[in-house]
């Protein structure tokens, strides 16, 4: 008897759909490197209020404290200042980029200086935005820009053209 329900409980199981994979991840990881601890409160509101609650914050008040959450891992991008305590302008970029090279960045940075941005935009930043020109809706713009721009470059293949690239070249 107990052989019978055992197998009927084992067809039932079987009958069940099973999932296709893992399942899908609830909220990207933001870490905001900002020493800055008024404009962490804003990144978490504009986050809260404009991002469906498809984020989740991190924050780290020091260039070598982002860089040791950056080495950990879990990170999906990062809001970099480029004025902080222990590191400053396009300096700060570099070394988040060599911690951590495939986790896009956008700048978030009170420096309105051309240069930094150029030098900051020339490296690869997928991102500037100055601290008091930006709104809320315009982080997350940005936000979802790098990290549909980084999804896009990692299931790019080898052999496949790029998007809106020539597929012949003149002369």
């Given at each position: 008897?107990?052989?019978?329900?055992?197998?009927?409980?084992d067809e039932?199981?079987?009958?069940?759909?099973?999932?296709?994979?893992?399942?899908p991840?609830?909220?990207?990881?933001?870490?905001?490197i900002?020493?800055?601890?008024?404009a962490?409160w804003l990144?978490?509101?504009?986050?809260?209020?404009?991002?469906?609650?498809?984020?989740?914050?991190?924050?780290?008040?020091?260039?070598?404290?982002?860089?040791?959450?950056?080495?950990?891992?879990?990170?999906?991008?990062?809001?970099?200042?480029?004025?902080?305590?222990?590191?400053?302008?396009?300096?700060?970029?570099?070394?988040?980029?060599?911690?951590?090279?495939?986790?896009?960045?956008?700048?978030?940075?009170?420096?309105?200086?051309?240069?930094?941005?150029?030098?900051?935009?020339?490296?690869?930043?997928?991102?500037y935005?100055?601290?008091?020109?930006?709104?809320?809706?315009?982080?997350?713009?940005?936000?979802?820009a790098?990290?549909?721009?980084n999804?896009?470059?990692?299931?790019?293949?080898?052999?496949?053209?790029?998007?809106?690239?020539?597929?012949?070249?003149?002369?």
């Amino acid at each position: 008897m107990a052989a019978v329900a055992l197998q009927l409980v084992d067809e039932d199981l079987e009958s069940l759909p099973r999932a296709a994979g893992p399942a899908p991840k609830l909220q990207e990881c933001v870490l905001l490197i900002e020493d800055n601890e008024e404009a962490m409160w804003l990144v978490r509101y504009a986050l809260q209020e404009y991002g469906n609650g498809k984020y989740r914050l991190e924050w780290a008040n020091s260039l070598s404290e982002g860089l040791d959450q950056l080495s950990k891992g879990g990170v999906d991008i990062v809001l970099l200042d480029l004025g902080l305590p222990d590191s400053s302008g396009p300096e700060s970029y570099a070394w988040v980029r060599e911690v951590s090279p495939k986790v896009p960045v956008v700048v978030l940075t009170g420096n309105t200086s051309v240069e930094t941005e150029f030098a900051v935009t020339a490296s690869g930043v997928e991102g500037y935005l100055v601290k008091d020109q930006v709104s809320g809706s315009l982080l997350l713009q940005a936000i979802r820009a790098a990290l549909y721009a980084n999804k896009q470059k990692k299931q790019r293949q080898p052999g496949f053209p790029r998007l809106f690239e020539p597929h012949f070249r003149l002369g």
